[in-house]
Each structure stands twice: as C-alpha cells, then as structure tokens.
C-alpha cells in the first residue's frame, strides 16, 4: 500500500488550486503563484503566476500572460508564456505566442504567429544572478540603465541582455 507524506500546514497554504467551471469575463490578475484550472468560458485578460491550464471543454477569448500555461480547449487571442506553453491534442488556439519553450503535441491546431523568446527572468532572480540588492536592480531598471520590460506583474529581464549588459562591466 502507497502513502502519501502528510501536508503540513504550510504545504497547505502553497498549494493554491482554483478551477473555474463558470462563464466569466473581465480581468483575472494573480500575483502570487496559483494552478488555475479554466473549465468554462472566459472573456477577457488573464495574468497569472504558476501553472495556467485551459481545460478541454474551455472557451477562452482572452490575452493571457502566465509562466507556465498548458491549453487543451478552444483559445482565441494572443499569448506570453514567460516559462513554457503546451498545446494538447484538444487544443486549438488562433492568436500570437511568445514563449521560451514550446510543446504542441500532434493533433493540436494552431494558427498565428510564435515568437521563440529569450529566458525571462524576474527581479529575484536577476538580483540573484547579478548579486545586487533588488531594490537596486529596481532604480537601475526604472531609470533605463538596465535592459528590462516592465509588466502588470513586474519587471522582465532577458538573460543573454542582462549577460551583455553585465559584460561591458555596467555591473559594480
């Protein structure tokens, strides 16, 4: 007989799963990470952080900008997977991407355009890469020294940028 280990409390709290099985439109915006799992129709701007999944029987009309996004339903707009973006074989999806890495496994359709994006990092993680403080790595990026895209959920970082950038010694 298998068991499974025991959630402790804190486990319990970064576990966060929410599944739609509703009609919604409007602006769904998650700052901390989530699995959100859209099983109904949807209209309107997605922005997640964590795992995006878009149901088989979804309808989704939307610009979607996540990290992690995985369609197996109908998607009609453009999207930004700022890790990876995985089409199933129930997907169809009609809009641009932009991701690092891509898996569209047969029988997906897709029709537009896919921009292969460079590896993003977010702030943390570049103030980690660099060792610098962040809220240097901030002021840097708000006065344009640093190669960066600002975003609703923050600051984007290129990593071949950053590694140019810290190249030509701007890095203290």
């Avoid at 339903?73 to 999806?93: F, K, S, W």
Wanted: aromatic share 4%; hydrophobic share 35%.
């Amino acid at each position: 007989m298998a068991l499974r280990p025991k959630k402790s409390s804190s486990d319990e709290q970064n576990d966060k799963t929410i599944e739609i099985n509703a009609q919604m439109q409007g602006t769904l915006t998650f700052k901390d990470p989530v699995s959100l799992k859209i099983n109904g129709n949807f209209n309107g701007t997605l922005e997640t952080c964590g795992t995006l999944t878009i149901g088989s029987s979804a309808q989704v009309d939307a610009k979607i900008n996540g990290d992690n996004i995985v369609i197996a339903g109908r998607v009609r707009g453009d999207i930004v997977a700022n890790r990876m973006l995985v089409l199933m074989p129930t997907a169809i999806l009609r809009g641009n991407i932009s991701t690092p890495k891509l898996n569209i496994v047969e029988g997906a359709v897709f029709q537009g355009h896919c921009q292969m994006s460079e590896s993003l990092l977010n702030i943390d993680e570049v103030s980690k890469y660099l060792e610098i403080d962040i809220a240097e790595i901030e002021t840097l990026a708000n006065t344009g020294k640093i190669p960066a895209t600002k975003s609703n959920s923050g600051w984007k970082f290129e990593r071949t940028q950053i590694d140019t950038w810290a190249s030509t010694g701007k890095v203290k």
